[in-house]
């Protein structure tokens, strides 16, 4: 038995005429979605760079990327960046330090042991988490993680605003992503694989360390880059519960602000349109259009790098 190659075939459907008039317009349609897509990240991109160009105008790059202070609302105004950059950074580590385990623990189970049955119960129900309103998960750590879980333990020191509340919550609401992608590509990985190991003598969590989990390396790295960009877009959560207080500082019981913790708050008027102040609104979003980018690139190396082809 041949397989066809996958070349040939495309270049055939390439030549193949519609037998029908509807085709043609399916064909049109799916053709101006993925325009319509690529249009649109165009202008995004276009509007940040050109408004982030008017910044710049009035800011120098050392002042953005070399100070250490984020002030451009009050007197004496300071636009470093490493303030929220910082803040970022601080909840989306606590936030990986608290999903991580718990995700990829999840995915094992449902994906080597347990039943049928079970695994069609808890993964909707753990995929449900995804569709809770962000604002709700934020009000959540505002009042319950911080008053009544963390307040009994660390005592009044902490702040009503703070970053572990919100790493809590954001470690909630990115552990439907790291659970179900490598449970997913961990379930890909071919039977014949675990039963050559169970016949050399493997248990069963020795098949999943040893076996299943490298095998599924390139999805699972692929599902935590993911869950740290959702994490680094972020805004109700970090805005509401983490606070609105820029500073550096590795202590997750203080106050800071996000990038987009800081987005939102000149969105929502405390600056003049026009202004300076204003336009540092883009040149934040630049800067983490930039690492989400990053992010994904990552994520792609990494999926190509350890990606494994069964047949």
């Known amino acids: 038995m041949t397989v066809a190659d996958p070349g040939d075939m495309n270049k055939a459907l390439k030549k193949r005429q519609f037998s029908r008039p509807?085709?043609?317009?399916?064909?049109?349609?799916?053709?101006?979605?993925?325009?319509?897509?690529?249009?649109?990240?165009?202008?995004?991109?276009?509007?940040?760079?050109?408004?982030?160009?008017?910044?710049?105008?009035?800011v120098s790059f050392a002042e953005f990327f070399l100070e250490t202070e984020w002030q451009p609302l009050f007197e004496p105004v300071s636009f470093g960046i490493w303030e929220l950059v910082a803040g970022t950074l601080l909840v989306t580590f606590w936030a990986l330090v608290f999903a991580v385990p718990v995700g990829l623990a999840t995915a094992v189970y449902l994906s080597e042991y347990a039943n049928s049955t079970t695994r069609k119960v808890l993964k909707p129900l753990l995929e449900a988490l995804a569709g809770v309103p962000t604002v709700v998960y934020a009000y959540f750590a505002l009042t319950f993680i911080t008053q009544d879980l963390l307040r009994p333990v660390f005592g009044a020191e902490v702040n009503v605003f703070n970053a572990l509340a919100a790493?809590?919550?954001?470690a909630v609401m990115i552990l439907p992503t790291i659970a179900s992608i490598s449970e997913d590509a961990m379930s890909s990985v071919p039977r014949d694989l675990r039963e050559a190991a169970y016949g050399l003598g493997a248990t069963r969590l020795e098949v999943t360390i040893r076996v299943v989990f490298p095998a599924a390396l390139s999805g699972i790295i692929a599902a935590i880059l993911l869950a740290i960009a959702r994490v680094v877009g972020e805004t109700m959560i970090v805005a509401i519960a983490a606070g609105s207080t820029p500073q550096l500082t590795a202590n997750p019981l203080d106050g800071v602000q996000t990038m987009t913790g800081f987005m939102l708050q000149v969105g929502l008027g405390d600056a003049a349109r026009g202004t300076v102040d204003y336009q540092s609104l883009f040149a934040v979003g630049m800067m983490l259009f930039l690492i989400t980018l990053a992010f994904n690139v990552v994520a792609h190396f990494f999926v190509r790098r350890y990606r494994e082809e069964y047949e």
């Open 22 to 58: 509807g085709e043609s317009v399916i064909l049109f349609v799916i053709t101006l979605c993925a325009a319509v897509s690529l249009v649109t990240t165009v202008l995004i991109v276009a509007v940040l760079v050109r408004e982030s160009a008017t910044f710049f105008q009035h």
């Open 167 to 170: 790493s809590i919550m954001l």
